[in-house]
């Protein structure tokens, strides 16, 4: 009998991200979840609770336990510099979350970080590690139907009135639709054109003064040989996307048509933003109100309408398939049901930790969809079109 090669993994910031991630490092077996750190003392009690393993009010302690291999860095979106590079000095191979920081300068000192300390950064979730984006690209690069033309990307959800801390509604602080939501757009964009994004002409929609930030945006990317994306969401609970992807929700879960408003809904009772965060952290992990997923969906996760335009033909990927629309027939290339959902983000981990696999979704890779989203940002308050300095292509 083979002995699977197990990487020790601490976590740092037991939230949001991690309840989405925590089905994939409970399921995959190359993952042992040794260490966690975070601020919520109920967040440590459920996490020691449900892995016999040590918890800690802060990031150094965990990066002391030498039996620790490698950090999930999964805090707020303004903490990720800072987390990333201690993590890397003190040794450990890191997964961030993205967005993968908040400017260029921070970006470019988790890969100085990591470089000096010879240590691996990956940077995921996003969705174009997802299955159908992933066999799109491989469609797109066979030539089947043609060179790539164009990509048509939508998404429409309730992001902007799901609960939140104060700091998620501050652009300044890495709140909105454009640092949370727009990096997983980008990046599907990129991989599908081969990476190297040119130019970036971009309108956002800031359209409820109680929710002070981005909740919408409309992006126009230039791409080399002609190639362009037109990236559009909103994240204003309205009208569901998901109905364009056969119902089934971004996680890989049928669409539950009755839950339309639930979410400003249960917002209508809340009545000032110290409630609205103690709301939050119930839902979360360790909370009152948490019970988070150990199973997965029975679908591939998505990021709503995506269709690539190609010379000979379209490509859309669907929750379980690709659909080829040619000259004279459609035709489908199915997808085999996800085995561990996320797997792929596993996959790329452990082969660079591993197997010392450069990664795709490395340091680099993940600056250059952190410029599109910063010059997307700058774009729609100028009123005009950006020039990229920092892009890479797909390896």
Request: with cysteine; hydrophobic share 40%.
């Amino acid at each position: 009998m083979t002995t699977i090669r197990k990487i020790r993994l601490g976590v740092v910031g037991l939230g949001r991200a991690f309840t989405l991630m925590l089905p994939t490092f409970v399921a995959d077996e190359r993952i042992e979840l040794a260490g966690a750190a975070d601020p919520r003392p109920e967040a440590r009690r459920q996490f020691e609770s449900d892995f016999g393993a040590r918890a800690y009010d802060s990031i150094e302690p965990l990066c002391d336990d030498h039996s620790i291999e490698a950090i999930y860095v999964a805090s707020p979106h303004q903490f990720h510099a800072e987390h990333v590079r201690i993590a890397a000095t003190a040794g450990k191979h890191v997964l961030v979350e993205k967005p993968m920081a908040l400017s260029i300068d921070e970006c470019q000192s988790m890969i100085g970080a990591a470089r000096r300390a010879r240590v691996q950064l990956i940077v995921g979730h996003s969705h174009s590690f997802d299955a159908p984006i992933r066999s799109t690209r491989k469609l797109i690069a066979s030539g089947m139907v043609g060179s790539l033309r164009m990509v048509t990307a939508l998404n429409f959800t309730d992001f902007i009135y799901r609960p939140r801390r104060p700091e998620e509604l501050s652009t300044r602080e890495g709140g909105g639709v454009v640092f949370s939501q727009a990096a997983h757009q980008i990046d599907i964009a990129r991989l599908l054109a081969g990476g190297l994004a040119r130019t970036v002409c971009a309108f956002t929609g800031a359209w409820d003064a109680s929710r002070p930030t981005e909740g919408a945006y409309s992006a126009l990317l230039h791409f080399d040989d002609g190639v362009f994306a037109s990236l559009t969401y909103s994240g204003y609970a309205h009208f569901d996307s998901d109905e364009l992807c056969g119902d089934i929700g971004e996680m890989g879960e049928p669409r539950d048509p009755s839950r339309h408003g639930a979410a400003r809904r249960a917002l209508s009772n809340v009545n000032s933003a110290a409630e609205e965060s103690q709301l939050k952290a119930a839902r979360g992990y360790g909370g009152a109100q948490c019970s988070p997923s150990t199973t997965h969906a029975p679908h591939h996760q998505h990021f709503g309408f995506v269709l690539a335009s190609c010379e000979r033909g379209d490509l859309r990927p669907m929750p379980d398939r690709v659909l080829i629309y040619g000259d004279s027939e459609v035709r489908t290339e199915s997808l085999p049901t996800p085995a561990i959902p996320r797997r792929e983000v596993i996959d790329e981990l452990y082969d660079a930790v591993v197997d010392g696999r450069a990664p795709l979704h490395g340091g680099e890779w993940a600056l250059a969809t952190t410029e599109v989203c910063l010059a997307l940002l700058q774009s729609a308050n100028e009123r005009r079109e950006l020039a990229l300095q920092h892009q890479i292509a797909c390896p």
